[in-house]
């Protein structure tokens, strides 16, 4: 059983930065697709970014080049860089691990950013 666990959200201005890590434990091998989705108040959970074993990535359109993903995969561990925040951007971030047909979730790490 994989487990995924996130941190490094927080309570930032408009403008400024965060960054978040998210581990899986309970894997011997790199997991294929791993990646952000976010959910705002009201709203449905969305894709933010996601990043196979070899690197390849797949953002947002609406993140306009704000974020960047990265992932170490010796570590089974994603990142994620978010630069520029918006008040927009405030919501409950999950990672996401998808391997041999199983999608597994994080427990979501809180994103508050102030105008």
């Known amino acids: 059983q994989v487990r995924l666990v996130e941190s490094g959200g927080g309570l930032v201005q408009a403008g400024g930065s965060l960054r978040l890590s998210c581990t899986a434990s309970?894997?011997?091998?790199?997991?294929?697709?791993m990646g952000w989705y976010r959910q705002a108040p009201g709203k449905q959970r969305e894709l933010v970014a996601l990043i196979s074993v070899g690197g390849n990535t797949n953002y947002a359109d609406s993140l306009e080049g704000r974020f960047t993903i990265s992932r170490d995969n010796a570590k089974n561990t994603v990142y994620l860089q978010m630069n520029s925040l918006k008040p927009d951007d405030t919501g409950v971030y999950y990672c996401?691990?998808?391997?041999?047909?199983?999608?597994?979730w994080g427990q979501g790490t809180q994103v508050t950013v102030s105008s």
């Open positions: 996401n691990a998808a391997h041999a047909g199983f999608r597994y």
């Open positions: 309970g894997s011997s091998f790199s997991i294929n697709l």
